[in-house]
């Protein structure tokens, strides 16, 4: 299995942390992948009821969405290397979990990487966070945490009795998924 591309859902452009960067980048290069940097917009924090007219609330949209892909585009600048091709995009959608599905299907990426939009305790979840492992279309690495992959152990949860009925093909792409993974970050893999 050859991954070829890796899309990187930033939930705020302007203050990605160049540790989490640095992870995504190794993780890349590691894969042998292009990498995308992507941010959805939340529509609702655009769509105010006191404005006038449509026309500038599409005129503000277009602004917002211009200003993110700047910032994506000077963060992109940034991480390009001979071995790393990097392109940002934005779109603006909600929920913000339905606007990454979307962007991932239509880009179809072989591994989604987020950034936890609250500065949750490492171990907890927020809502994009359920929504997209109950709904995300290929492999998904939340990274709760700035610490570098260096020594580190991957555990891939399945089903082998499938008591739950899923699919005996998704314990298949489980456990392929994060053998690449492992195989990239020089991992100990641990099914469970």
Same mark, same amino acid.
């Given at each position: 299995?050859?991954? *070829? ?11 990605? &942390?160049?540790?989490? !960067? ?9 894969? &042998?992948? #292009? /990498? $995308? ?6 529509? +609702? ?7 006038? +007219?449509?026309?500038?609330? $599409? ?7 211009? %200003?993110?892909?700047?910032?994506? #585009?000077?963060?992109?600048?940034? !991480?390009? %290397?001979?071995?790393?091709?990097? %392109?940002?995009?934005? *779109?603006? $959608? =909600?929920?913000?979990? #339905? &606007? ?11 591994? /989604? ?13 927020? =809502? *994009?966070? =359920?929504? !997209?492992? $109950? *709904? ?23 089903d082998p009795m499938h008591e739950h009925d899923k699919p005996?093909?998704?314990d298949d792409a489980i456990a392929n998924a994060a053998t ?5 970050? +020089?991992?100990?893999?641990? !099914?469970?």
């Amino acid at each position: 299995m050859n991954w *070829t591309r890796v899309m990187f859902a930033v939930a705020k452009p302007d203050s990605v &942390g160049s540790a989490v !960067l640095d992870k995504v980048v190794r993780l890349t290069i590691a894969l &042998g992948a #292009e /990498l $995308e940097l992507f941010h959805c917009v939340d529509r +609702s924090l655009v769509a105010q009821p006191q404005r006038p +007219s449509a026309n500038d609330n $599409e005129s503000e949209v277009g602004e917002i969405i211009d %200003r993110q892909l700047q910032e994506l #585009e000077q963060c992109a600048q940034g !991480l390009r %290397r001979p071995q790393l091709k990097v %392109r940002p995009s934005v *779109t603006w $959608e =909600y929920p913000v979990h #339905e &606007g990454i599905v979307r962007q991932v299907l239509r880009h179809q990426p072989d591994l /989604l990487i987020v950034q936890p939009s609250r500065h949750h305790e490492p171990w907890m979840l927020g =809502y *994009t966070d =359920y929504k !997209l492992i $109950e *709904t995300c279309p290929c492999p998904l690495l939340l990274m709760k945490t700035t610490r570098p992959y260096i020594d580190c152990c991957l555990i891939a949860a399945v089903d082998p009795m499938h008591e739950h009925d899923k699919p005996a093909a998704l314990d298949d792409a489980i456990a392929n998924a994060a053998t690449v993974m492992s195989n990239a970050l +020089s991992a100990k893999l641990w !099914l469970f």
